[in-house]
């Protein structure tokens, strides 16, 4: 609470059950908080998070994205949307093949989903600066404005390759317990 009367605007979550616990009565007094999904999307969670949350971080399948199109006509609301890209190739990771992305990013226009840019979380034991290049590259192939990567352990790095958000809570709230 310090941070929103402070000001701040913009929130991440992970879960969508904890964020509406936590956020529901707080963005009805405050409607100018954006809320985003930076945590893996269940096609069955898909109409309640698009209750809460302004920005989703983590599509990255053609039946979420079908799911979330549907939902939009349904409550008749749009929400900014990132493509979850697995720069990483590995097989614990959520997100698309970077060579799928281009057909991925037609598919998810022809939806009419506003995808605003791309996310990743690179692997954690590799030098996050090459993935952060490379997505960055990727971005701007597609000529998308928003860059999410950089978590509180390599936000530097990320910052320096146009990630234009950042996900670096533990380091501002501490780590979750």
């Known amino acids: 609470m310090p941070l929103i009367e402070y000001g701040h605007l913009e929130y991440g979550e992970n879960k969508v059950q904890e964020a509406i616990t936590k956020w529901a009565d707080i963005k009805l007094v405050k409607p100018n908080i954006k809320l985003h999904l930076i945590g893996k999307l269940q096609t069955n969670k898909v109409r309640q998070a698009l209750k809460l949350f302004d920005y989703i971080h983590s599509v990255d399948t053609k039946k979420l994205a079908k799911k979330i199109a549907d939902e939009e006509l349904k409550q008749n609301k749009k929400i900014k949307i990132f493509l979850q890209i697995n720069i990483g190739d590995e097989l614990q990771k959520a997100g698309i093949n970077k060579d799928y992305l281009n057909e991925f990013y037609l598919y998810c226009k022809n939806l009419n989903l ?3 840019g791309l ?3 690179p692997p954690a034991e590799a030098k996050s600066e090459i993935f952060f290049e490379e997505m960055a590259l990727l971005n701007k192939k597609l000529d998308l404005k928003e860059l999410s990567m950089g978590m509180s352990a390599d936000y530097i790095e ?6 234009t958000y950042l996900r670096i809570g533990s380091n501002i709230f501490g780590k979750r317990s």
């Open 114 to 116: 506003d995808v605003v």
């Open 119 to 121: 996310m990743c979380i």
């Open 158 to 163: 990320a910052a320096k390759n146009f990630s």
